[in-house]
């Protein structure tokens, strides 16, 4: 994809966020922004650069003012910066009444999701912001300013869960000149308090081996995780080697839909693959753990004739998707899956598009934490995952 194919792109899906809106989850990113915009403001009214010294100077730096901002994404709390012993008063632009800053806040934040925050892209997101250009250092602060914001988030403390999902999925990067496919470790829990889903964390690595996801496990349960009751995820080597170190205690549930998937790979007749689906569906729908068992023997009975590795197979690893009818029925159709997750992937994948590969590790995870930021206010503030009664 040429340059100019890829800012048309850009543009088109800068629009779409435009029109549709940003949601409650951007407000910490759009006052990362607005402050530091004002910031490159007052630099430019004063003439000099923080801590420098000159005798044209225009004033001096006079710490700050809170101000509540109400924006269409809602509320800011901003830090606005304060002059003393100027030729004429400093007022930002950014807070004038009817002013673009609104609307030019949307488009930079939106540009940060589509183009992945590299420090090029964000000069020109600033200059659109700020309505005059800046420099590659002002920019490097911003992108500071917004990784620090993330970090805080990714090892903020947590509620305990009830439930874990895990899953991972892969983007391009370059890394020392080689493009390269970097896995992204995501965990979304069931808070045991209320019901309610949140995006734990989120970590990026080159490989689904068991010590990344045995970091990144260690850093959920240190941030206050405890015992769930159940974990669900796919049968990643790496990922069950590290569960087993890490969360011992809790039983493990193998995402239905991944077994499902799994099962095609033995079946060696096409117009088999159909009907055996559905018989590995029926077997998931038992009303009991004891039914499912039942439904399986059977299973493996019918197969073993003319298809002997399926039968075996699913012998093997279909007891894996029983961990669900130890649970409360009422959770069981939302706890067999990793769909979640899958969920998840979804919505970054349509934000990472247009990005095609990534120039860092660092510019992936910035981009994918801002959106499962985004995501996970919006459970936080929403509907109840679990009711109370089914806790």
């Known amino acids: ?217 260690t850093s959920l349960k240190e941030r206050g995780v405890g015992i769930p009751d159940c974990i669900v995820s796919d049968a990643h080597t790496g990922l069950r080697a590290a569960l087993k170190a890490a969360f011992n205690a809790s039983p493990w549930q193998r995402c239905q839909f991944h077994l499902q998937q799994n099962a095609q790979d033995y079946i060696t007749k096409q117009s088999l693959k159909s009907p055996i689906a559905a018989e590995i569906k029926a077997i998931f729908n038992a009303d009991s753990k004891d039914h499912a068992q039942q439904r399986l023997r059977a299973f493996v009975e019918r197969w073993q004739g003319d298809q002997p590795k399926l039968a075996t197979w699913a012998e093997e690893n279909l007891p894996e998707g029983f961990t669900i009818f130890d649970l409360p029925e009422a959770h069981r159709r939302k706890m067999r899956t990793s769909n979640s997750c899958e969920n998840l992937n979804s919505q970054i994948k349509r934000r990472t598009r247009v990005v095609g590969i990534f120039p860092n590790e660092k510019s992936l995870e910035r981009l994918v934490t801002g959106v499962l930021i985004e995501i996970s206010e919006n459970w936080e503030s929403g509907r109840i995952y679990l009711k109370n009664e089914q806790i």
């Open 1 to 217: 994809m040429d340059e100019q194919t890829q800012n048309n792109l850009s543009d088109h899906l800068i629009n779409i966020l435009l029109n549709d809106g940003l949601s409650e989850g951007l407000v910490t990113i759009a006052q990362i922004l607005m402050n530091a915009a004002m910031l490159i403001e007052r630099e430019r009214h004063l003439g000099v650069a923080p801590h420098q010294h000159s005798t044209e100077r225009n004033g001096h730096a006079n710490g700050f003012k809170a101000r509540k901002f109400q924006t269409s994404m809602g509320q800011l709390d901003l830090a606005v910066p304060q002059v003393r012993g100027s030729s004429e008063p400093f007022r930002t632009s950014l807070l004038e009444k009817g002013s673009r800053s609104d609307r030019a806040l949307k488009s930079a934040i939106a540009t940060m999701y589509v183009q992945g925050v590299s420090t090029r892209r964000v000069t020109k997101i600033v200059e659109e912001l700020c309505g005059f250009e800046v420099s590659s250092g002002q920019v490097s602060k911003l992108n500071k300013q917004l990784d620090e914001e993330f970090e805080k988030w990714r090892q903020r403390d947590l509620e305990e869960m009830r439930y874990l999902i895990f899953d991972a999925t892969y983007y391009k990067v370059r890394i020392d000149g080689v493009v390269r496919d970097c896995a992204t470790l995501k965990a979304i829990g069931v808070r045991r308090s209320d019901g309610k889903r949140v995006v734990l964390g989120v970590s990026c690595a080159l490989s689904e081996a068991e010590v990344h996801w045995r970091e990144f496990f």
